[in-house]
Structures are given as structure tokens and as C-alpha cells.
């Protein structure tokens, strides 16, 4: 049964940067659509993030467009998050997880969630 692992979180001051990252044993990342999604305390949890297998694409919400970009690294098993310009808002538990097809950011298709990371941007 698939299930990530999500890494990478910590503390940064607003305007820093911070890369998460995402794998899985057993499984390869590549065969799916890989998904990041965060949740504040006392909120919901919201899409940020995606990539589709292979070449198919990458779709991001509009909160965080042109700061964070998602990537693969297939030889490394791994999708990246890298986070830049970060603001307090930003602030929340980072998790990714997997679905079989397309590029959208709501959690329903998604499975095999890992326990998250968490992500401070704080001064």
C-alpha cells in the first residue's frame, strides 16, 4: 500500500526559503499525479500543488504561484517543493500524497498520506 514520507519542514524568517521533499518506499512516484497540500490550525486543508507523470504538467494555486515550484527527481525517487518568498500565511503542516490521474489540487482523488512536515515562517 502506497504511503509517502514528507520532509524538509523547520522554521524560516518571511522572505527565506525551504525545499520539502517526498518519497515513498516500494513504490515509484513517477507512475502518479504527486500532490502538496497544507493545513493551518483551524483550517482546512488546501491544495498547493502538483505534478502529473512524466512530462504531463505541473498546476499550482494561485496563493503561491510564481514562488513555489514543484519538481521530480526520478533517479532520487522524489518530488520537490521548493518554497521561496515565503510569508506567514505560508504557515502550516505540508503533506503530499498520490492519485492516479490529472492535475487537481482538491484532496479527494488523493491517497496515501503521509504524517506531514511542519513549515514556520515566523520572524
Known amino acids: 500500500q502506497l504511503q509517502v514520507v514528507e520532509s524538509g519542514g523547520g522554521l524560516v524568517q518571511p522572505g527565506g526559503s525551504l525545499r520539502l521533499s517526498c518519497t515513498a518506499s516500494g513504490f515509484i512516484l513517477d507512475y502518479y499525479t504527486i500532490g502538496w497540500f497544507r493545513q493551518a490550525p483551524g483550517k482546512e486543508r488546501e491544495g498547493v500543488s502538483c505534478i502529473a507523470t512524466g512530462a504531463g504538467g505541473t498546476n499550482y494555486a494561485a496563493s503561491v504561484m510564481g514562488r513555489f515550484t514543484v519538481s521530480r527527481d526520478n533517479a532520487k525517487n522524489t518530488v520537490y517543493l521548493q518554497m521561496n518568498s515565503l510569508k506567514p500565511e505560508d504557515t502550516a503542516t505540508y503533506y503530499c500524497?498520490?492519485?492516479?490521474?490529472?492535475?487537481?489540487?482538491?484532496?479527494?482523488?488523493?491517497?496515501?498520506w503521509g504524517q506531514g512536515t511542519q513549515v514556520t515562517v515566523s520572524s
Open positions: 500524497a498520490a492519485t492516479d490521474y490529472g492535475l487537481g489540487l482538491g484532496s479527494g482523488p488523493y491517497y496515501g
